[in-house]
């Protein structure tokens, strides 16, 4: 059991850390060389395109301006400054209504905690009752100021049982307001977004197989017979699994085509040549344009032939199409009905955004989502009992001093003091976050093999699993872990009718445990994320080896996004022990607080100038952290009725019977309220939204705009590559007076990707009698397809 000079070794070590991380931050952030690291939000949104530089060679590496260095704190204001809709607009509306989750927490303790250190302490304080307890009891000072320290039948319990009530009150309270107002704000950005192609499209999934007809004929059919009014079309989806792997490798050898066209540019005298051994190292040296030029037209060959293939053959069209409609109402419609009186055929639900869809998960059949849940469920399941086995042995590390009574031979190794301070106030949290650090990219694997279509699915799935983990082994799993090493010798040695009196007085004393986690996690863990080391490094080492050309240096950036797979389960821990301890043991609280208010900064500086997130949800993510966090209410009353029963608090105890059943009724009228904003789009606001689109644009013509959003990465219209033909025919190369090589790349005409690309610009250099024409900004840049089936 930690004591306090444990914990404050374990203060000491994560506040200088998050102080040398926030110092190391506020320098690196200012020099020119990292700009790209630090803020890659404003270059993607154009507000950057060059580092702030002094002008000078050493200015482009190094800040020179000193004043700089006298003001490198002031990135806190400036994070504040912005206001919640400029948020919306910069970043949209999940990274804002994200921010909230950190200001509710600030909303929920910052009061919970006055009130709980100035009722709570002085009444746990001077009742006493730990001091006549067994000495084989582990306890500790931190101990005196919990529950644990009233007595049995104290006439004390009331005032916890009444600021258990009073907290729960005002935790139900503003958990209404969130819900309302992120309700609203969902439907005000949905009402106020400009057209989006997912307004208008429905995903249709196990389209029935129909003898003579094809998937495309069947699904025209249906929804020709069934929408008349309002169907317009559909795209197909296509099984192209060794049509991506030959994408991927184009885009390798098209990087390495311009990195030496590039080189070739800046010394037109000497042709590249590389060496065709394994890596470069031997083999006959060739000219190395020709060779990858070569390579990729043999490669297009292979793509044209595969292409073709795909399409021609009706086994590659997979039951599911991309559903067309010509208003928003229309589409709603069919997302939001049962479309056949088989309810396993025709399933449709709202498409997700272009960016958002996982096409590799659209090739997995149907009848195999609902075994491959089944078989995840119990892999979950078992997973987060295998973990056991580790955070067992962390609460060995957490509780020497009951070890000490298993485990005598390491006594001499234990008993040295910093040693000791060491590992019961640092250690602990530190092998816990070790071992969780893994799992959050496992949990996404399975979730995928769940066969969800979209990313923004994937990340809630996983969240939730993450959740149920960080539940039973960090938080249920400490506490029932850590009661048996520190409670063994005093089990083997009292009658089993004491045995609940003692689960009961240990499970408030593990808060000692959670101080130093939230201290590693919360404080360290957060100062580590706003200094961005792993990225830095990476960044440094690609621009140094990898980096060829600016294409590589916009991918090297790597501004990533938030974390929600882990975040929000993360978030959902701390709210749950705020909301356990607040009443049990209170000290715990400012740690949260604490928590909440620096991690609002940090994640307000990285949503507003790094994190560049993959797709918009609109909050989708809100029902879920709202259920989670009325589950830590009940789970908080259920473990005080727990705790007071073991007490004898025969009198008080009843009191809290009914507490559960109000919190529970409280979040069923929340769902019914409020969820359906979550899951339905209003029909009165897609008509009025229609109508409006029809005053101001009556010549709009939806069908070409939908036209291709949901096109299939291996296809695109020949019309527009036909015009990159004629483009890239223009590409050339003189080396000399008496010699011409053309370097004008072959392309597979049909497979560039759909998404969208820069505008193409031809650029030219002359040197003498030497000139060099490329298109640096070529679709073979825009290939998309990692995650294609």
């Keep these: ?46 507000g950057r395109t060059n580092p702030r530089t002094s002008g000078n060679f050493v200015g482009k590496f190094v800040n020179l301006n000193f ?19 400029e948020i919306i607009n910069h970043a949209g509306l999940d990274s804002a209504v994200f921010l909230r989750i950190y200001t509710l927490g600030l909303k929920m303790f910052v009061p919970m905690t006055i009130v709980a250190l100035l009722v709570l302490i002085p009444v746990n304080v001077s009742s006493g009752a730990l001091f006549f307890l067994r000495r084989e009891l582990v306890v500790s000072d931190i101990d005196k100021l919990s529950i644990s320290n009233v007595p049995p ?44 192609v997912e307004q208008f499209t429905v995903v249709v999934r196990n389209v029935p197989h129909m003898s003579g007809h094809s998937v495309s004929d069947s699904v025209d059919s249906f929804f020709q017979t069934n929408h008349p009014d309002h169907y317009i079309g559909h795209q197909a989806v296509y099984n192209a699994n060794k049509f991506a792997k030959f994408v991927r490798k184009r885009d390798r050898l098209q990087n390495w085509l311009d990195y030496y066209r590039l080189k070739f540019q800046k010394h037109p005298h000497m042709r590249p040549t590389i060496k065709t051994g394994c890596l470069g190292l031997w083999g006959t040296r060739v000219d190395a344009i020709e060779y990858y030029e070569h390579h990729i037209k ?27 409609f010509n208003s928003r109402w229309g589409a709603s419609v069919c997302a939001q009905t049962v479309q056949s009186k088989n309810p396993t055929l025709w399933l449709t639900d709202w498409a997700p955004e272009p960016r958002d869809i996982y096409w590799r998960n659209l090739a997995i059949p149907f009848v195999s989502l609902t075994v491959r849940k089944f078989i995840i469920t119990l892999l979950v399941f078992a997973l987060v009992f295998f973990y056991m086995i580790p955070i067992a042995f962390v609460q060995s590390l957490a509780n020497l001093d009951g070890l000490e009574k298993v485990a005598p031979f390491l006594r001499p190794v234990i008993e040295l003091k910093f040693i000791k301070s060491f590992l019961q106030g640092f250690l602990p949290g530190l092998a816990l976050k070790i071992f969780l650090y893994i ?41 029932i872990t850590g009661t048996a090493f520190e409670q063994l010798h005093a089990f083997l040695h009292q009658s089993p009718t004491q045995i609940p009196r003692t689960i009961g007085v240990s499970i ?26 792993k990225p830095l490094v990476i960044y440094h080492l690609k621009n140094m080896f990898l980096v060829k050309t600016e294409r590589d240096r916009e991918k090297a950036m790597d501004p990533g996004s938030v974390d929600y797979p882990e975040t929000l389960p993360s978030l959902q821990l701390y709210f749950l022990l705020g909301i356990v301890y607040a009443v049990m043991t209170p000290i715990l609280l400012p740690f949260i607080v604490i928590f909440f208010a620096f991690a609002y900064l940090v994640y307000r500086h990285q949503i507003i100038n790094v994190y560049n997130q993959q797709y918009e949800s609109a909050a989708a993510f809100w029902p879920q952290v709202h259920s989670r966090i009325i589950a830590s209410l009940l789970i908080s009353q259920l473990l005080l009725f727990g705790l007071l029963s073991t007490k004898k608090a025969v009198k008080s105890t ?136």
């Design 1 to 46: 059991m930690a004591t306090l000079a444990d914990i404050g070794v374990s203060a000491t070590i994560n506040i200088l850390s998050a102080l040398a991380f926030l110092i190391a931050f506020a320098l690196l952030r200012i020099q020119p060389i990292n700009d790209r690291i630090y803020f890659p939000k404003w270059y993607i949104t154009g």
């Design 654 to 789: 009843p009191l809290l019977i009914i507490l559960p059943i109000l919190t529970f009724a409280f979040h069923k009228y929340c769902q019914s309220r409020f969820e359906p904003a979550f899951r339905k789009y209003p029909l009165e606001e897609a008509m009025a939204k229609d109508l409006l689109e029809k005053t101001t644009e009556p010549d709009l013509n939806i069908k070409a705009y939908l036209a291709d959003s949901y096109l299939h990465p291996i296809l695109r219209s020949f019309e527009e590559i036909e015009e990159e033909l004629v483009e890239l025919e223009k590409v050339e190369v003189r080396v000399d007076k008496n010699q011409t090589h053309h370097v004008a790349s072959p392309i597979l005409s049909e497979s560039s990707s759909p998404s969208p690309s820069p505008p193409h610009h031809i650029h030219q250099h002359q040197h003498s009698t030497h000139e060099y024409y490329y298109n640096p900004h070529s679709p073979h840049y825009n290939y998309q397809y990692q995650d294609q089936p």
């Design 67 to 85: 004043k700089t260095y006298l003001t490198f704190l002031n990135w806190m204001p400036q994070a504040l400054r912005m206001s919640e809709t």
């Design 298 to 324: 043999a490669l297009d060959k292979k793509m044209t032939s595969e292409r073709q293939k795909i399409i021609k053959d009706p086994k590659s069209i997979l039951p599911v199409a991309f559903l067309s």
């Design 439 to 479: 799992l959050p990219s496992v949990l996404m694997i399975m979730s995928k093999i769940e066969g969800y279509i979209a990313l923004s699915t994937l990340e809630r799935k996983t969240a939730a699993k993450y959740y149920y983990f960080m539940l039973v082994n960090v938080f249920l799993g400490s506490i």
């Design 153 to 196: 039948k104290s006439l004390r319990f009331f005032f916890h049982i009444g600021l258990e009530y009073l907290f729960t009150i005002w935790i139900c309270f503003l958990l209404y307001k969130e819900y309302d107002n992120v309700a609203l704000m969902r439907l005000h950005f949905l009402a106020s977004q400009r057209r989006r």
């Design 508 to 533: 408030p004393m593990k808060a000692t445990f959670f101080m130093t986690y939230i201290m590693l996690d919360g404080w360290a863990g957060i100062a580590g994320e706003i200094l961005r080391l």
